[in-house]
């Protein structure tokens, strides 16, 4: 069975598994927030997706989220207008990830190293653009659409989960059914041969990361009026869960393996289990030991696999 398919097994198991132990966790209600919940993650895994398969990673996203979250803080406060307030967010998170971009494709750094930087940069300018403040009372009209209460009509799907469903579509459609996608793959898989094929390596990557930040600062967004209060802290440590989501979705660390659908399964299955912890009254740091332990898990499963197999083809052989 493939890595992704086995991961879509465990994600019903674990949600009959939850219908069965817990009172209230199959309901419409519980099932719209837990999504809600994950919809951030969800919205960073699809270009961190894109990225790990092309062989990078980018772990500034959620201080990218941080920073839009401050900045449309920081904005509203001074009277601009919600209108006016949320290009100029996006705007910044191109900017951000397209610095993230030029560091590794002109500068030559590894993407790992360059994001750990810049992590600690968006975070701290997220301090210097807002401080201490919480900023709240956002439109309303902007409000009710990122709330868990706020639903697709006959359905217990929130609506910005709707909307990275649309997202998830279109990424799997590029990722898996364009030129652009196979070139990913043979980026990741491996670089140098990709570039004597005629690829342009650094400018696909220049995208992914302009992407990337993209999405994180839209996430902020969703994030600050979904929660109703901007503060330079907002986000605060997501960048695990979200590499966490993408490794556990099969998506191999080192490039050129995985798919968009395995990463979509690996976001919900550590957004079910944590609200399933949650209604077990398991607290945030338990929850936060057992994303790491999956991350660990998703990291180390498939190189087992991988040795065992060689070892069993060299007997094979030998024989």
């Not at 094929?197 to 839209?218: D, E, P, Q, T």
């Not at 997501?238 to 976001?267: C, M, N, Q």
Request: hydrophobic share 55%; with cysteine; net charge neutral.
């Amino acid at each position: 069975m493939r890595w992704d398919a086995a991961l879509g097994v465990l994600l019903v198991a674990v949600f009959l598994a939850g219908t069965g132990t817990t009172d209230g966790f199959a309901d419409a209600a519980n099932l719209s927030s837990a999504l809600n919940d994950t919809v951030e993650i969800a919205l960073l895994a699809l270009p961190m997706t894109l990225l790990v398969v092309a062989g990078q990673v980018d772990l500034s996203v959620a201080s990218m989220l941080g920073l839009s979250s401050a900045l449309a803080g920081s904005l509203w406060d001074g009277g601009w207008t919600f209108e006016l307030i949320i290009p100029i967010c996006l705007l910044t998170g191109v900017l951000g990830g397209l610095l993230n971009g030029w560091l590794v494709t002109r500068v030559g750094l590894p993407s790992l190293a360059v994001t750990i930087g810049t992590l600690a940069l968006y975070r701290g300018l997220a301090s210097v653009v807002l401080g201490n403040k919480a900023v709240a009372d956002f439109p309303e009209t902007y409000a009710q659409w990122a709330r868990s209460t706020e639903t697709v009509p006959n359905t217990f799907v929130p609506y910005p989960m709707a909307l990275f469903a649309l997202l998830a579509a279109a990424a799997a459609v590029v990722l898996h059914r364009t030129s652009f996608g196979r070139s990913l793959f043979a980026i990741g898989a491996q670089e140098e041969v990709a570039y004597f094929a005629g690829i342009r390596v650094k400018r696909f990557k220049l995208i992914l990361f302009a992407v990337s930040g993209l999405m994180a600062a839209f996430a902020g967004l969703v994030y600050t009026l979904r929660y109703g209060s901007a503060r330079a802290d907002n986000g605060l440590g997501l960048e695990l869960t979200v590499v966490a989501s993408v490794l556990l979705g099969g998506v191999d660390f080192d490039g050129g393996k995985g798919t968009l659908g395995g990463a979509v399964a690996g976001v919900l299955l550590i957004g079910v289990l944590n609200n399933l912890l949650t209604l077990k009254d398991v607290s945030h740091e338990i929850q936060v030991i057992v994303t790491g332990g999956l991350l660990i898990v998703s990291v180390l499963t498939p190189r087992v696999i991988a040795v065992l197999t060689d070892r069993r083809h060299r007997r094979l052989a030998a024989s």
